[in-house]
């Protein structure tokens, strides 16, 4: 990962479907079909699918730095989140960058939502299994249900 948003590359110059190196540099591949030689040139040609797998790498790079993915989803998606701010901070023609940024913000904030609904259920249910557990049965019906005891039973006056 370097410094820039969109890193240098050899091809940057080039043009689609042409050539990526000189002929003379090119591969050649010689065959005989009979009494005649025929000689195939092998020459790299500049295509979307390149493109494609060199900004594909680069992507990669960013959030699994080394090879590695970055094991927390909360750090990850913060990667992710500035790489699509840089860019679009790097040049505003990118406004389909700075959309993502926003959008991949409001997943981090469900990331965060996520897991601390996830601890408070988990609160909850061991309050309630708690309750269950050290009181008497018909004080957990009513807490948790919700309904009185049946008549001619001592209730509580407030």
């Not at 594909?56 to 090879?67: N, S």
């Not at 940024?101 to 996520?114: M, N, P, T, Y």
Request: with cysteine; net charge positive; charged share 25%.
């Amino acid at each position: 990962m370097t410094t820039q948003c969109i890193a240098p590359h050899d091809l940057d110059m080039k043009k689609l479907w042409e050539s990526t190196c000189e002929l003379s540099a090119c591969k050649r591949i010689t065959s005989h079909d009979g009494r005649n030689p025929k000689t195939t040139i092998v020459v790299p040609i500049l295509t979307c699918s390149c493109l494609w797998h060199r900004f594909q790498k680069e992507a990669e790079d960013w959030i699994a730095p080394g090879g590695v993915l970055i094991a927390d989803p909360q750090a990850r998606n913060r990667r992710i989140n500035a790489a699509y701010a840089q860019l679009w901070l790097a040049d505003n023609r990118f406004q389909w960058a700075g959309l993502a940024a926003f959008a991949s913000k409001q997943v981090g904030c469900g990331l965060l939502h996520a897991v601390t609904l996830d601890e408070r259920i988990e609160a909850e249910r061991k309050a309630y299994q708690k309750l269950q557990e050290n009181h008497p049965k018909d004080l957990y019906k009513r807490i948790v249900t919700n309904k009185r005891p049946p008549p001619g039973r001592a209730q509580v006056r407030r």
